[in-house]
């Protein structure tokens, strides 16, 4: 599954890596990286959002939650479909700053959405 990862990676390259996406609540993203795991068959999306830092006016979690049903819906499953993959479960992450996966950094913030992928579309799965 490692190199699927870099199948997607490669994909999105092009697409999105650097590249600015606005959502509707205003928040601006971008893609920093995309984590496939083997099983179960999940795809991690995970964007930097300086906006929700909290030193200054940051965004809540509240202004920007209708944000990870966009990016589920309008992102990462069209960015998966055309790569030729399917998935069980996609997470949407959105970070102030960069963060190595599974690491713990307690001044960043970090929100996570997880969806399932069932006929074609995200749905959201409460933690």
């Known amino acids: 599954m490692k190199g699927l990862a870099v199948i997607v990676l490669a994909m999105l390259a092009g697409r999105a890596v650097a590249q600015e996406i606005t959502l509707p609540s ?7 990286d995309v984590i496939m795991d083997a099983a179960p068959e999940l795809a ?16 809540t979690y509240q202004a920007v939650a ?24 996609i ?6 700053r960069p963060v190595a996966f599974g690491e713990i950094a307690p001044g960043a913030t970090q929100f996570f ?5 069932a006929t074609g579309a995200c749905i959201w799965e409460q933690f």
Do not use: K
């Open 26 to 32: 205003g928040l601006r993203v971008s893609l920093h």
């Open 44 to 59: 991690r999306f995970r964007f930097i959002a300086p906006a929700i830092d909290p030193g200054g006016d940051a965004l």
């Open 113 to 117: 959405e997880p969806f399932s992928v």
């Open 91 to 96: 997470v949407i992450t959105l970070m102030d």
């Open 66 to 89: 209708d944000d990870f049903q966009v990016l589920c819906d309008t992102y990462a499953l069209p960015a998966l479909r055309q790569a030729g993959q399917s998935v069980a479960e």
